[in-house]
């Protein structure tokens, strides 16, 4: 017959338990390469920012930024190289953008800024500074600059969506027409 836990023993159980499901709490919100919200959690974080942006008329812009022939990169130079460019990007975004702001790391080499309070042309001075600042300090990789440019689209609420999916749906056909207009550039969804 098991023995009953002493209560200092149960209460260290509880308390392992539930810091452990903080942690994999943390680990299915959060990116581990760049700390970034993953596309998940900003799925459930829109919706509410969209709602709250209705309710107050605020407007909300998205951008979605792609790291220009990445897949040459891994290819190339292998995943850990691939990595370091990511996290190189990852330092230069949360730098330029607002505590405010929820970044997220789309996938691969997709990443995407959530701007309250911002009309799409200010999204798009903050992706140019972005863009700019990658260009201008390249990610080194194994003591050698690796020169590596960078797409993006941007999408507002109200002016490209009328919700979740559109503005979503509206900043990747920016960064579709930004990578087929000569890549390396930022480019604003041109209506809904």
Known sequence: ?????????????????????RRLDEAVRRDPLSGFLTLATLLDELESVLAYARREGER??????????????????????????????????RERVRASDLIVRMGGEEFGVLFRHCAPTDARAVAEQIRAALAAHPPVVDGTPLPVRLSAGVAGYPDHSVGMRELMLASERALR????????????????
Request: cysteine-free; glycine content about 8%; overall charge positive.
């Open 1 to 21: 017959m098991p023995r009953p836990l002493a209560q200092g023993r149960l209460v260290a159980s509880v308390g392992h338990r539930a810091a452990r499901a």
């Open 60 to 93: 909300i812009s998205f951008l979605l930024m792609d790291i220009d022939h990445f897949r040459r990169v891994n290819e190339q130079l292998g995943y850990r190289a691939g990595d370091q460019v990511l996290a190189h990007l990852a330092r230069l975004i």
């Open 177 to 192: 027409q930004a990578k087929e207009t000569g890549r390396d550039r930022v480019v604003i969804s041109p209506g809904a």
